[in-house]
């Protein structure tokens, strides 16, 4: 009987450390996901400008996207911001769970 209480015991934890995990793992992936779209939004700025070689260039079109793609990135920033305190919380709640393990 005490086996059996340990192995539900054990399964419980088990089952609780992965489900901590698997929420990790998404939080991880949602951050991974959020970087990847900041890095195509630097991209898309550095295309902006690309063809600008002096001030007649820079056209009040060329502002107008500009301030959307600022507006745009101050977003993903604030995602960016999110993501990593949800990484952060789930790897804590993660690690507290397996250090408490037996």
């Not at 998404?26 to 550095?46: S, Y």
């Amino acid at each position: 009987e005490q086996v059996v209480h340990e192995i539900d015991e054990a399964a419980a934890a088990l089952s609780e450390c992965s489900e901590e995990l698997w929420q990790l793992h998404e939080a991880v992936a949602e951050h991974q996901q959020t970087e990847v779209l900041i890095e195509a939004l630097e991209a898309r700025h550095t295309e902006l400008y690309a063809s600008v070689t002096c001030e007649a260039d820079v056209t009040d079109a060329l502002r107008e996207e500009e301030s959307r793609l600022l507006d745009e990135m101050d977003e993903l920033e604030r995602m960016f911001a999110e993501s990593y305190a949800r990484v952060q919380a789930a790897l804590e709640r993660y690690q507290q769970l397996t250090d408490d393990s037996p």
